[in-house]
């Protein structure tokens, strides 16, 4: 997740995911990939079985905080042995797993106000996003 915060207007904090696989930013509730995907090839928005949040880099020093979502699978969905590749993925909920969110390095962010503005880009209930890690697969 990626984050531009005024703390002068705490409000206008505007916040949004960004790929694990691919440096793409999705805008809001559903993603669209470039191309479907197919046997052979690596096209596709990749959703895995199970979560892993020590694989899961920050792309940036500051404004960046690790999210894991469980999606719905939408379009050609391809099946492999650890995750899926799908067409179309739609959010459904949405964990916080880093325990602190910053602007920068000296301005902490109240994690109920990105629980909320993340509620709303991606037309969540607020008990849809969660603070820490999922306990179990989150997969169906």
């Known amino acids: 997740m990626l984050v531009d915060y005024d703390p002068a207007q705490p409000e206008a904090l505007d916040v949004w995911l960004l790929s694990h696989f691919r440096e793409e930013q999705w805008d809001g509730p559903v993603h669209t990939s470039d191309k479907p995907p197919r046997r052979g090839n690596s096209n596709g928005l990749y959703a895995a079985k199970t979560p892993t949040h020590h694989a899961l ?4 020093d500051i404004g960046d905080v690790r999210v894991i979502g469980r999606v719905g699978l939408l379009g050609v969905v391809i099946e492999g042995e650890t995750g899926y590749r799908a067409e179309r993925a739609v959010v459904r909920d949405l964990w916080i797993i880093d325990a602190d969110v910053y602007a920068d390095y000296q301005t902490k962010i109240d994690p109920a106000l990105v629980r909320r503005k993340l509620a709303e880009r991606y037309q ?17």
């Open 124 to 140: 969540l209930e607020d008990g849809d996003v969660h603070a820490g890690f999922p306990s179990q697969t989150i997969h169906d």
């Open 57 to 60: 880099p920050c792309h940036a």
